[in-house]
């Protein structure tokens, strides 16, 4: 979500819509002043699952600024917080190809690289939704990579 907490995309749209409005007037209620790279814990509301986590990120810049640093505290700070709830699946968006005009390549290795950093025997897994075949393919280079380069 986009520090300004407005639900724009079809990511944000479609949970706004699985979790109810209650969604809505809690992340206003709860998320004052959020900042690039924080992630919120919400309860789950009409969701089914356990709970939901909101990350924030400001729109890519060119790489200018500290866009790749707060995308990497997103995917960070999601294992930890879903870890210390005793969360042992977690499903995570694969972001990269939307209005944020962030190289999609990029963005899938900063987000594995976050996901691996924090994970440990505690987490049974983490599932990466991917919207089409590209973003897919893209994950699963990236991955491939990180695990050539890891031995």
């Not at 109810?20 to 690039?36: K, M, N």
């Not at 969360?87 to 691996?116: N, Q, S």
């Not at 505690?122 to 491939?144: F, G, H, N, S, W």
Request: neutral net charge; charged residues 30%.
């Amino acid at each position: 979500m986009h520090p300004n907490l407005k639900w724009g995309g079809g990511l944000n749209s479609a949970v706004l819509e699985i979790a109810g409005p209650e969604l809505d007037e809690y992340v206003l209620t709860h998320a004052t002043t959020p900042r690039s790279g924080e992630v919120f814990v919400l309860p789950p509301f009409e969701s089914g699952y356990k709970a939901m986590f909101v990350a924030i990120l400001a729109d890519w810049d060119g790489g200018n600024g500290f866009e790749e640093r707060d995308l990497l505290d997103c995917y960070r700070l999601t294992v930890e917080k879903a870890k210390e709830m005793g969360i042992t699946r977690l499903g995570v968006p694969a972001m990269g190809r939307d209005k944020r005009d962030f190289p999609h390549i990029r963005f899938a290795r900063v987000a594995l690289k976050g996901l691996l950093e924090k994970l440990d025997e505690r987490m049974e897994y983490v599932k990466i939704m991917c919207v089409d075949r590209t973003m897919m393919a893209t994950y699963a280079a990236q991955k491939e990579k990180i695990e050539r380069r890891n031995g």
